[in-house]
């Protein structure tokens, strides 16, 4: 009994040293956040990048040259097309910017003058149901405070080790570090581990890898389809003064799914208010079609055989990653949520099934055949 009793008090204070241990471990954590954001995209960009990596060292190329190659590439595809739209797209979204507020004042005459067609005896009426519903100062304080808001948490997120573009210098190295020397990374930090879990989570490394990467790719292809499709559809609509800016803003948002295509929507219609006429009624169209593009045909092709992730789990992935590390979380969070599905899939999901299956198939053996059915020997071998 006395046995039973000092064990019982012993786990007890286990339990609570642990618990008095994880408070000063939380709180290291939490400091180290913008560390692990750091870490979460390069990992996304490592994921990203692989495949090609791997291709160049199949043809005996060395691993570490095949990430400076990559890079070089990269950066080079990219600086090449800031400086072949760059400026023209950074021209129209000043422009852009400074329409909004001319197309909103629009907006609320078109609404003023149509209250006052329904009322021809109070005309004054129309102002007072705006003011009243439609606070419009307020209106427009709340979206840039909640922009800024969005903003500040991203930018503090990201800038709170060495600036935003040390940050981005930064993981850019770690993802190029973990490409050059993966093998290593990964068979060093399963080695903490206790068996077998050591070589079953160094077997999900690869797919993971596989699924962060495919959906990372996937993305960047649809949202630059959509992105060229908006500037084209734009231009031939009669926008052609904001087509590159308002496509450049929908490839950007496109890279959210869900929200991206409502989102890059917004400027473009407010935009279309200006033009007037049926120019309105094309652009809403335009980006109808756009999203059900996106849901019903590039997603599925190029996206969804990758995630293996239910929408609503993608949709919730978005939003949660927005609220907690802004419009970057919105980024890093769905890849994040498809790696992790592999684990709950490889490591949970399936065996649990492959032990149902186990557990329903018969365990007795079949009954034997009775001594009386059975034939009886032969004469001749009986003689024998």
């Known amino acids: 009994m006395a046995s039973s009793d000092e064990q019982r008090i012993s786990?007890?204070?286990?339990?609570?040293?642990?618990?008095?241990?994880?408070?000063?471990?939380?709180?290291?954590?939490?400091?180290l956040r913008s560390?692990?954001?750091?870490?979460?995209?390069?990992?996304?960009?490592?994921?990203?990048i692989a495949p090609v990596v791997d291709w160049a060292e199949r043809y005996r190329v060395p691993r570490w040259l095949g990430v400076v190659l990559t890079y070089l590439a990269i950066a080079a595809i990219i600086t090449g097309v800031a400086f072949w739209v760059g400026p023209t797209v950074v021209e129209q979204i000043q422009r852009l910017i400074r329409q909004i507020p001319v197309s909103l004042k629009q907006i609320l005459d078109y609404a003023e003058s149509w209250?006052?067609?329904?009322?021809?005896?109070?005309?004054?009426?129309?102002?007072?149901?705006?003011?009243?519903?439609?606070?419009?100062?307020?209106?427009?304080?709340?979206?840039?405070?909640?922009?800024?808001?969005?903003?500040?948490?991203?930018?503090?997120?990201?800038?709170?080790?060495?600036?935003?573009?040390?940050?981005?210098?930064?993981?850019?190295?770690?993802?190029?570090?973990?490409?050059?020397?993966?093998?290593?990374?990964v068979k060093n930090l399963v080695r903490l581990l206790p068996q077998?879990?050591?070589?079953?989570?160094?077997?999900?490394?690869?797919?993971?890898?596989?699924?962060?990467?495919?959906?990372?790719r996937g993305r960047l292809l649809v949202s630059t389809?959509?992105?060229?499709?908006?500037?084209?559809?734009?231009?031939?609509l009669g926008l052609s003064d904001f087509a590159l800016g308002l496509g450049a803003i929908s490839g950007f948002t496109n890279l959210i799914p869900f929200l991206g295509p409502i989102l890059g929507?917004?400027?473009?219609?407010?935009?279309?208010?200006?033009?007037?006429?049926?120019?309105?009624?094309w652009v809403l169209i335009l980006y109808v079609v756009i999203q059900n593009l996106e849901t019903y045909v590039l997603d599925p092709?190029?996206?969804?055989?990758?995630?293996?992730?239910?929408?609503?789990?993608?949709?919730?992935?978005?939003?949660?990653?927005?609220?907690?590390?802004?419009?970057?979380?919105?980024?890093?969070?769905?890849?994040?949520?498809a790696g992790g599905a592999v684990l709950?899939?490889?490591?949970?999901?399936?065996?649990?099934?492959?032990a149902e299956r186990r557990r329903s198939l018969p365990t007795n053996p079949p009954p034997e055949t009775p001594a009386t059915n059975r034939p009886s020997p032969s004469p001749m071998m009986a003689d024998g």
Do not use: C
């Open 11 to 31: 786990i007890s204070l286990s339990s609570v040293v642990l618990l008095v241990l994880a408070v000063p471990l939380l709180a290291l954590l939490w400091q």
């Open 301 to 337: 092709l190029l996206v969804g055989t990758s995630v293996g992730v239910h929408p609503l789990y993608q949709l919730l992935a978005v939003l949660g990653g927005t609220q907690v590390l802004g419009i970057i979380g919105a980024l890093v969070v769905p890849p994040w949520i």
């Open 225 to 236: 389809i959509l992105s060229v499709a908006t500037t084209v559809s734009l231009t031939i």
């Open 35 to 48: 560390l692990f954001l750091l870490v979460m995209i390069a990992i996304v960009l490592a994921a990203s």
């Open 265 to 281: 929507a917004i400027p473009a219609l407010v935009v279309a208010i200006s033009q007037g006429g049926w120019t309105v009624v």
């Open 196 to 216: 077998p879990w050591d070589d079953r989570l160094a077997a999900q490394v690869g797919p993971m890898s596989n699924r962060i990467g495919s959906y990372i």
């Open 115 to 185: 209250v006052v067609s329904l009322n021809d005896e109070r005309p004054d009426f129309a102002s007072e149901l705006i003011n009243r519903f439609v606070d419009v100062q307020g209106l427009t304080r709340w979206v840039i405070r909640s922009s800024q808001q969005l903003l500040v948490r991203s930018y503090g997120l990201t800038t709170g080790i060495l600036g935003g573009f040390f940050s981005v210098i930064l993981a850019l190295f770690l993802s190029g570090y973990m490409l050059a020397d993966s093998r290593t990374l």
């Open 344 to 354: 709950l899939e490889n490591l949970y999901l399936r065996p649990k099934l492959m």
